[in-house]
Protein backbone atom coordinates (compact mmCIF):
# COMPACT_ATOMS: atom_id res chain seq x y z
CA UNK A 1 0.00 0.00 0.00
CA UNK A 2 1.39 3.79 -1.11
CA UNK A 3 1.67 5.84 2.26
CA UNK A 4 -1.10 8.60 1.40
CA UNK A 5 1.50 11.09 3.03
CA UNK A 6 -0.63 14.20 2.67
CA UNK A 7 -2.85 12.17 4.87
CA UNK A 8 -0.51 11.48 7.59
CA UNK A 9 0.69 15.18 7.95
CA UNK A 10 -3.13 16.23 7.62
CA UNK A 11 -3.98 14.30 9.92
CA UNK A 12 -1.25 15.78 12.46
CA UNK A 13 -2.41 19.62 11.67
CA UNK A 14 -5.95 18.34 11.90
CA UNK A 15 -5.12 16.59 15.60
CA UNK A 16 -2.91 19.63 16.96
CA UNK A 17 -5.52 22.29 15.90
CA UNK A 18 -8.57 20.43 17.34
CA UNK A 19 -6.12 19.93 20.35
CA UNK A 20 -5.34 23.41 21.00
CA UNK A 21 -9.04 25.35 22.23
CA UNK A 22 -8.26 23.24 25.52
CA UNK A 23 -4.79 23.39 25.68
CA UNK A 24 -4.21 25.54 28.25
CA UNK A 25 -1.37 23.59 30.72
CA UNK A 26 1.94 24.39 28.78
CA UNK A 27 3.84 28.04 28.34
CA UNK A 28 3.39 28.67 24.17
CA UNK A 29 2.83 31.94 23.20
CA UNK A 30 0.07 31.45 20.14
CA UNK A 31 -0.50 34.91 19.12
CA UNK A 32 2.56 35.85 16.67
CA UNK A 33 2.24 35.25 13.37
CA UNK A 34 5.38 33.77 11.99
CA UNK A 35 4.34 33.00 8.72
CA UNK A 36 6.72 35.32 6.76
CA UNK A 37 9.97 33.53 7.94
CA UNK A 38 8.46 30.30 7.14
CA UNK A 39 7.01 31.10 3.95
CA UNK A 40 10.43 32.41 2.69
CA UNK A 41 12.94 30.46 4.74
CA UNK A 42 11.36 27.31 6.12
CA UNK A 43 11.96 25.36 3.00
CA UNK A 44 15.66 25.02 3.20
CA UNK A 45 18.62 24.34 5.42
CA UNK A 46 20.28 27.15 7.57
CA UNK A 47 23.18 25.78 9.15
CA UNK A 48 24.57 28.32 12.20
CA UNK A 49 27.01 25.86 12.49
CA UNK A 50 29.82 27.04 15.11
CA UNK A 51 29.68 30.86 17.15
CA UNK A 52 27.62 33.39 16.63
CA UNK A 53 30.62 35.50 15.38
CA UNK A 54 32.01 32.83 12.77
CA UNK A 55 31.73 34.39 9.00
CA UNK A 56 31.85 30.86 6.80
CA UNK A 57 29.23 28.79 4.87
CA UNK A 58 26.81 30.50 2.81
CA UNK A 59 22.94 29.23 3.87
CA UNK A 60 22.78 31.15 7.74
CA UNK A 61 21.72 33.61 9.50
CA UNK A 62 24.45 34.79 11.98
CA UNK A 63 23.75 37.85 11.38
CA UNK A 64 20.18 37.74 13.05
CA UNK A 65 21.61 35.68 15.53
CA UNK A 66 23.88 38.28 16.73
CA UNK A 67 20.84 40.79 16.59
CA UNK A 68 18.75 38.62 18.83
CA UNK A 69 21.43 38.01 21.24
CA UNK A 70 22.04 42.09 21.51
CA UNK A 71 18.80 42.66 21.73
CA UNK A 72 18.37 40.70 24.61
CA UNK A 73 21.77 41.47 25.97
CA UNK A 74 20.79 45.32 26.02
CA UNK A 75 17.34 44.26 27.33
CA UNK A 76 18.83 42.57 30.41
CA UNK A 77 21.50 45.60 30.75
CA UNK A 78 23.95 43.22 30.21
CA UNK A 79 27.36 45.62 29.77
CA UNK A 80 28.34 45.82 25.87
CA UNK A 81 32.24 44.68 26.38
CA UNK A 82 31.16 41.59 28.80
CA UNK A 83 28.64 40.21 26.99
CA UNK A 84 28.60 36.56 24.40
CA UNK A 85 25.56 34.02 23.83
CA UNK A 86 23.89 32.17 21.02
CA UNK A 87 20.45 30.27 20.21
CA UNK A 88 20.40 27.39 21.25
CA UNK A 89 17.69 23.97 20.95
CA UNK A 90 15.69 25.54 24.06
CA UNK A 91 16.23 25.98 28.02
CA UNK A 92 17.72 22.81 28.35
CA UNK A 93 20.73 23.55 26.07
CA UNK A 94 21.27 26.84 27.46
CA UNK A 95 21.56 25.81 31.32
CA UNK A 96 23.60 22.91 29.99
CA UNK A 97 25.97 25.53 28.08
CA UNK A 98 25.86 28.24 31.10
CA UNK A 99 26.90 25.43 33.74
CA UNK A 100 29.25 23.89 31.67
CA UNK A 101 31.15 27.64 31.49
CA UNK A 102 30.90 28.15 35.63
CA UNK A 103 31.72 24.80 36.05
CA UNK A 104 34.94 25.20 33.93
CA UNK A 105 36.26 28.17 35.62
CA UNK A 106 34.91 26.74 39.47
CA UNK A 107 35.48 22.73 38.88
CA UNK A 108 35.25 22.17 42.81
CA UNK A 109 32.40 23.90 43.30
CA UNK A 110 29.31 22.54 44.70
CA UNK A 111 25.76 23.57 42.11
CA UNK A 112 23.24 24.56 44.63
CA UNK A 113 19.58 24.48 43.09
CA UNK A 114 15.62 24.33 44.74
CA UNK A 115 13.79 22.14 44.44
CA UNK A 116 11.25 23.79 42.32
CA UNK A 117 14.57 23.98 39.34
CA UNK A 118 13.64 22.56 36.30
CA UNK A 119 14.65 18.54 35.84
CA UNK A 120 17.43 19.79 33.68
CA UNK A 121 19.42 21.22 36.15
CA UNK A 122 19.79 17.98 38.23
CA UNK A 123 20.43 15.72 34.86
CA UNK A 124 23.39 18.82 33.94
CA UNK A 125 24.65 18.31 37.54
CA UNK A 126 25.06 14.73 36.76
CA UNK A 127 26.40 14.86 33.68
CA UNK A 128 28.90 17.31 34.15
CA UNK A 129 29.90 15.18 37.10
CA UNK A 130 29.24 17.72 39.52
CA UNK A 131 27.80 17.57 43.18
CA UNK A 132 24.69 18.85 43.39
CA UNK A 133 22.72 20.13 46.53
CA UNK A 134 19.27 20.65 46.94
CA UNK A 135 17.46 23.50 48.17
CA UNK A 136 14.46 23.87 49.64
CA UNK A 137 11.65 25.90 48.18
CA UNK A 138 8.71 27.05 49.83
CA UNK A 139 5.23 26.59 49.23
CA UNK A 140 4.92 28.95 46.27
CA UNK A 141 8.12 27.97 44.57
CA UNK A 142 11.08 30.44 45.86
CA UNK A 143 13.62 29.07 46.91
CA UNK A 144 14.03 28.87 50.73
CA UNK A 145 16.89 31.61 51.44
CA UNK A 146 17.38 30.65 55.02
CA UNK A 147 17.89 26.99 53.61
CA UNK A 148 20.64 28.10 51.11
CA UNK A 149 22.53 30.15 53.60
CA UNK A 150 22.54 27.17 55.89
CA UNK A 151 23.45 24.80 52.71
CA UNK A 152 26.52 27.67 51.67
CA UNK A 153 27.52 27.90 55.19
CA UNK A 154 28.38 24.13 55.84
CA UNK A 155 30.27 23.81 52.51
CA UNK A 156 32.04 27.40 52.33
CA UNK A 157 35.19 25.98 51.42
CA UNK A 158 33.92 25.34 48.28
CA UNK A 159 33.22 27.40 45.09
CA UNK A 160 29.11 27.44 44.72
CA UNK A 161 27.43 27.71 41.86
CA UNK A 162 23.69 28.72 42.37
CA UNK A 163 21.12 27.83 39.83
CA UNK A 164 18.15 31.06 40.35
CA UNK A 165 14.62 29.86 38.90
CA UNK A 166 12.92 33.02 37.00
CA UNK A 167 9.65 31.48 36.18
CA UNK A 168 9.66 27.92 37.90
CA UNK A 169 7.67 25.30 35.86
CA UNK A 170 5.06 24.65 38.28
CA UNK A 171 4.16 28.16 39.91
CA UNK A 172 6.29 31.36 37.93
CA UNK A 173 8.24 31.50 40.84
CA UNK A 174 11.04 33.72 40.74
CA UNK A 175 13.83 33.37 42.85
CA UNK A 176 15.70 36.62 44.26
CA UNK A 177 19.03 36.78 42.85
CA UNK A 178 19.79 39.79 44.84
CA UNK A 179 19.35 37.93 48.18
CA UNK A 180 21.53 35.13 46.89
CA UNK A 181 24.12 37.20 45.98
CA UNK A 182 24.21 38.74 49.43
CA UNK A 183 23.89 35.94 50.89
CA UNK A 184 27.09 34.57 49.28
CA UNK A 185 28.68 37.98 49.61
CA UNK A 186 27.87 37.79 53.08
CA UNK A 187 30.39 34.11 53.74
CA UNK A 188 32.98 35.50 51.13
CA UNK A 189 32.08 32.78 48.84
CA UNK A 190 33.16 32.77 45.48
CA UNK A 191 31.36 31.28 42.18
CA UNK A 192 28.61 31.89 39.48
CA UNK A 193 24.81 32.66 39.43
CA UNK A 194 23.36 31.32 37.04
CA UNK A 195 19.45 32.30 36.23
CA UNK A 196 17.71 30.05 34.46
CA UNK A 197 14.75 32.20 33.19
CA UNK A 198 13.16 30.02 30.44
CA UNK A 199 9.92 31.37 31.23
CA UNK A 200 9.45 34.30 32.55
CA UNK A 201 12.98 35.91 31.35
CA UNK A 202 11.94 38.57 28.84
CA UNK A 203 8.85 39.76 30.78
CA UNK A 204 10.75 40.35 33.65
CA UNK A 205 13.35 41.72 31.96
CA UNK A 206 10.48 44.02 30.09
CA UNK A 207 9.61 45.46 33.83
CA UNK A 208 13.58 46.10 34.58
CA UNK A 209 13.39 43.20 36.99
CA UNK A 210 15.79 41.27 35.58
CA UNK A 211 19.19 42.54 35.11
CA UNK A 212 22.84 41.26 34.19
CA UNK A 213 24.37 44.52 35.18
CA UNK A 214 28.18 44.57 37.38
CA UNK A 215 26.45 44.54 40.39
CA UNK A 216 23.79 41.96 40.18
CA UNK A 217 26.33 39.26 40.87
CA UNK A 218 24.50 37.12 37.92
CA UNK A 219 27.44 35.38 35.24
CA UNK A 220 24.89 33.62 32.58
CA UNK A 221 20.77 33.56 31.71
CA UNK A 222 18.98 31.24 29.89
CA UNK A 223 15.73 32.04 28.17
CA UNK A 224 13.48 29.88 25.92
CA UNK A 225 12.09 30.88 22.52
CA UNK A 226 9.37 29.19 22.16
CA UNK A 227 7.49 29.89 25.48
CA UNK A 228 6.95 33.81 25.57
CA UNK A 229 7.76 34.51 21.86
CA UNK A 230 5.32 31.61 20.58
CA UNK A 231 8.62 30.55 18.22
CA UNK A 232 7.20 27.60 16.19
CA UNK A 233 9.98 25.29 16.70
CA UNK A 234 11.58 24.46 20.13
CA UNK A 235 14.60 27.80 21.04
CA UNK A 236 16.14 29.83 23.30
CA UNK A 237 19.47 31.80 23.95
CA UNK A 238 21.89 31.69 26.64
CA UNK A 239 23.92 34.60 27.63
CA UNK A 240 26.99 34.67 29.98
CA UNK A 241 29.39 36.93 31.11
CA UNK A 242 32.11 36.89 28.15
CA UNK A 243 35.10 36.93 30.13
CA UNK A 244 33.68 34.12 32.35
CA UNK A 245 34.09 31.53 29.29
CA UNK A 246 36.79 32.75 27.18
CA UNK A 247 39.61 31.65 29.19
CA UNK A 248 38.56 27.72 28.53
CA UNK A 249 37.72 28.10 24.46
CA UNK A 250 39.03 25.28 22.59
CA UNK A 251 39.99 25.65 18.87
CA UNK A 252 38.93 23.04 16.29
CA UNK A 253 41.04 22.71 13.51
CA UNK A 254 38.60 21.17 11.20
CA UNK A 255 36.32 24.28 11.26
CA UNK A 256 39.46 26.95 12.17
CA UNK A 257 37.26 28.17 15.04
CA UNK A 258 37.21 28.69 18.83
CA UNK A 259 34.06 25.41 19.95
CA UNK A 260 31.80 28.10 21.77
CA UNK A 261 28.63 25.92 21.23
CA UNK A 262 27.11 22.80 22.71
CA UNK A 263 26.04 21.33 19.68
CA UNK A 264 27.71 22.14 16.31
CA UNK A 265 25.23 22.51 13.51
CA UNK A 266 22.27 24.66 14.94
CA UNK A 267 19.29 26.05 14.14
CA UNK A 268 19.53 29.41 11.34
CA UNK A 269 15.48 29.06 11.23
CA UNK A 270 15.23 29.19 14.75
CA UNK A 271 17.43 32.76 14.71
CA UNK A 272 15.62 33.90 12.41
CA UNK A 273 12.07 33.16 13.65
CA UNK A 274 13.45 35.09 16.59
CA UNK A 275 14.88 37.84 15.20
CA UNK A 276 11.39 38.40 13.37
CA UNK A 277 9.45 38.38 16.85
CA UNK A 278 11.73 40.85 18.11
CA UNK A 279 12.08 43.18 14.97
CA UNK A 280 8.38 43.51 14.28
CA UNK A 281 7.09 43.89 17.98
CA UNK A 282 9.95 45.71 19.97
CA UNK A 283 9.83 46.13 23.46
CA UNK A 284 6.57 48.08 23.41
CA UNK A 285 4.32 45.80 21.35
CA UNK A 286 6.44 42.93 23.91
CA UNK A 287 5.38 45.04 26.90
CA UNK A 288 1.63 45.31 25.56
CA UNK A 289 1.58 41.15 25.32
CA UNK A 290 2.50 40.68 28.69
CA UNK A 291 0.11 43.40 30.36
CA UNK A 292 -2.89 41.78 28.34
CA UNK A 293 -1.14 38.04 29.43
CA UNK A 294 -1.13 38.86 33.12
CA UNK A 295 -4.42 41.27 33.00
CA UNK A 296 -6.06 37.83 31.59
CA UNK A 297 -4.44 35.60 34.20
CA UNK A 298 -5.17 38.11 37.18
CA UNK A 299 -9.22 37.20 35.33
CA UNK A 300 -8.47 33.77 35.06
CA UNK A 301 -8.16 33.98 39.08
CA UNK A 302 -11.13 35.32 39.84
CA UNK A 303 -13.56 33.07 37.26
CA UNK A 304 -11.98 29.95 39.10
CA UNK A 305 -12.79 31.57 42.66
CA UNK A 306 -16.16 32.56 41.14
CA UNK A 307 -17.12 28.93 41.09
CA UNK A 308 -16.02 27.77 44.68
CA UNK A 309 -12.78 26.80 43.62
CA UNK A 310 -9.64 28.17 44.44
CA UNK A 311 -6.80 29.43 42.76
CA UNK A 312 -3.90 31.98 43.13
CA UNK A 313 -0.79 33.02 40.99
CA UNK A 314 2.37 35.45 41.66
CA UNK A 315 1.47 39.27 40.88
CA UNK A 316 3.51 38.95 37.74
CA UNK A 317 2.93 35.53 36.22
CA UNK A 318 0.71 34.15 33.46
CA UNK A 319 0.30 31.03 35.67
CA UNK A 320 -2.48 30.27 37.80
CA UNK A 321 -1.70 27.57 40.25
CA UNK A 322 -5.12 25.67 41.59
CA UNK A 323 -6.03 22.37 43.37
CA UNK A 324 -6.08 19.85 40.54
CA UNK A 325 -9.72 19.45 39.36
CA UNK A 326 -11.87 16.18 39.17
CA UNK A 327 -11.45 14.16 36.85
CA UNK A 328 -14.07 15.38 34.36
CA UNK A 329 -12.20 18.40 34.01
CA UNK A 330 -9.29 16.90 33.11
CA UNK A 331 -10.27 14.91 30.70
CA UNK A 332 -11.47 17.57 28.78
CA UNK A 333 -9.03 20.48 29.57
CA UNK A 334 -4.88 19.94 28.87
CA UNK A 335 -3.54 21.06 32.39
CA UNK A 336 -0.07 20.56 33.57
CA UNK A 337 -0.40 18.85 37.04
CA UNK A 338 1.91 17.74 39.40
CA UNK A 339 -0.45 15.20 42.29
CA UNK A 340 -2.75 17.84 44.18
CA UNK A 341 -1.87 21.04 42.12
CA UNK A 342 -2.22 21.86 38.81
CA UNK A 343 -1.93 25.05 36.78
CA UNK A 344 -3.09 26.64 33.70
CA UNK A 345 -0.84 29.49 31.45
CA UNK A 346 -2.62 32.74 30.08
CA UNK A 347 0.13 32.79 27.80
CA UNK A 348 -0.59 35.73 24.91
CA UNK A 349 -3.02 34.07 22.51
CA UNK A 350 -4.74 32.56 25.02
CA UNK A 351 -8.39 34.17 24.67
CA UNK A 352 -10.72 34.95 27.61
CA UNK A 353 -13.43 32.91 26.36
CA UNK A 354 -11.28 30.04 26.78
CA UNK A 355 -10.62 31.20 30.32
CA UNK A 356 -14.73 31.16 30.45
CA UNK A 357 -15.34 28.04 29.23
CA UNK A 358 -13.22 26.36 31.54
CA UNK A 359 -14.36 28.07 34.49
CA UNK A 360 -17.79 26.98 33.25
CA UNK A 361 -17.00 23.00 33.10
CA UNK A 362 -15.22 23.24 36.66
CA UNK A 363 -18.47 25.09 37.96
CA UNK A 364 -20.16 21.95 36.38
CA UNK A 365 -17.48 19.76 37.96
CA UNK A 366 -17.75 21.57 41.53
CA UNK A 367 -21.39 21.38 41.48
CA UNK A 368 -21.63 17.89 40.95
CA UNK A 369 -22.83 16.34 44.27
CA UNK A 370 -20.28 13.43 44.19
CA UNK A 371 -17.64 15.42 43.00
CA UNK A 372 -18.35 18.86 45.82
CA UNK A 373 -16.61 16.80 48.75
CA UNK A 374 -13.74 16.77 49.92
CA UNK A 375 -11.90 19.04 48.03
CA UNK A 376 -8.22 18.61 47.52
CA UNK A 377 -6.46 21.39 49.44
CA UNK A 378 -3.48 22.71 48.19
CA UNK A 379 -0.49 25.13 49.31
CA UNK A 380 -1.06 28.94 49.16
CA UNK A 381 2.05 31.34 48.84
CA UNK A 382 1.21 32.01 52.48
CA UNK A 383 2.13 28.71 53.61
CA UNK A 384 -0.86 26.85 54.81
CA UNK A 385 -2.99 24.93 52.54
CA UNK A 386 -6.71 26.20 51.68
CA UNK A 387 -9.88 23.99 50.47
C1 LIG B 1 12.25 26.83 34.20
C2 LIG B 1 12.52 25.98 32.99
N1 LIG B 1 13.80 25.74 32.64
C3 LIG B 1 14.12 24.99 31.59
C4 LIG B 1 13.15 24.42 30.81
C5 LIG B 1 13.56 23.53 29.67
O1 LIG B 1 13.30 24.06 28.46
P1 LIG B 1 13.36 23.15 27.14
O2 LIG B 1 12.20 22.22 27.21
O3 LIG B 1 13.27 24.17 26.06
O4 LIG B 1 14.66 22.44 27.11
C6 LIG B 1 11.79 24.64 31.12
C7 LIG B 1 10.73 24.03 30.32
O5 LIG B 1 9.60 23.92 30.65
C8 LIG B 1 11.48 25.43 32.25
O6 LIG B 1 10.19 25.66 32.63
Known amino acids: MPIDVTAVLDQLVADATAAAPTSIGYPGAVDLDHSAVMTRLGARLWNNIGDPADTGGTAHTRILERAVVDWIADLVAMPADDRWGYVTTGGTEGNLSALHAAYRCWPTARIYHSTAAHYSIPKIVDMLGARAVTVQAGPDGEMAYDDLAAQLRRRRRWPAIVVATAGTTMTEAVDD ?208 ATP
Open 177 to 384: TTRIHAILTEYGIPGHTHVDAALSGIPLALDGALRLDDSSGIGSITISGHKFLGIPTPCGVVLIRDHLRRPHLRHVSYTAAADTTITGSRCGLAAALLWHAIATHGREGHRWRTAEARRLAAHAVDQIRATGWTAWRHPHAFTVVLPTPPPAVRAKWLLASDGPVSHLICMPGISEGQVRAFAADLATAVSTPALSLPRPRTPTPSGG
